[in-house]
């Protein structure tokens, strides 16, 4: 496993933007694939985007299309989400998370054998 640890966590208004990062511990960043998922009060945690190893393949889900981009630099063993256009509904805690797996393609909480702490986004309306 890899020690990763979320910060840029905050609140913000509708419409506004924040940049998350997730910072890895170890010497294999480069070998998982990278993912972001959110949990909100109440509800399960769900994907929201992954990014491979090289960072050339990304997958998002639908509801942060167009909105949220994410973003690697393996010198920095660092993972980007650089969320725009926040809505109110994009209120949870994010976590990033990392993956072994080879393909990005229809990866799920399993696939994902490390996780951060989590960081609180709030969006008021």
């Known amino acids: 496993q890899v020690q990763l640890v979320e910060s840029g966590g905050g609140l913000v208004q509708a419409g506004g933007s924040l940049r998350l990062s997730c910072a890895a511990s170890?010497?294999?960043?480069?070998?998982?694939?990278m993912g972001w998922f959110r949990q909100a009060p109440g509800k399960e945690r769900e994907f929201v985007t992954v990014?491979?190893?090289?960072?050339?393949?990304?997958t998002y889900a639908e509801s942060v299309k167009g909105r949220f981009t994410i973003s690697r630099d393996n010198t920095k063993n660092t993972v980007y989400l650089q969320m725009n256009n926040l809505k109110p509904e994009d209120t949870a805690v994010y976590y990033c998370?990392?993956?072994?797996?080879?393909?990005?393609?229809?990866?799920?909480?399993?696939?994902?054998?490390?996780w951060g702490q989590g960081t609180q986004v709030t969006v008021s309306s």
């Open positions: 998370a990392a993956s072994s797996r080879f393909r990005i393609e229809g990866l799920g909480d399993a696939d994902f054998h490390s």
């Open positions: 990014i491979s190893r090289s960072g050339v393949s990304t």
């Open positions: 170890g010497r294999t960043f480069s070998s998982y694939a």
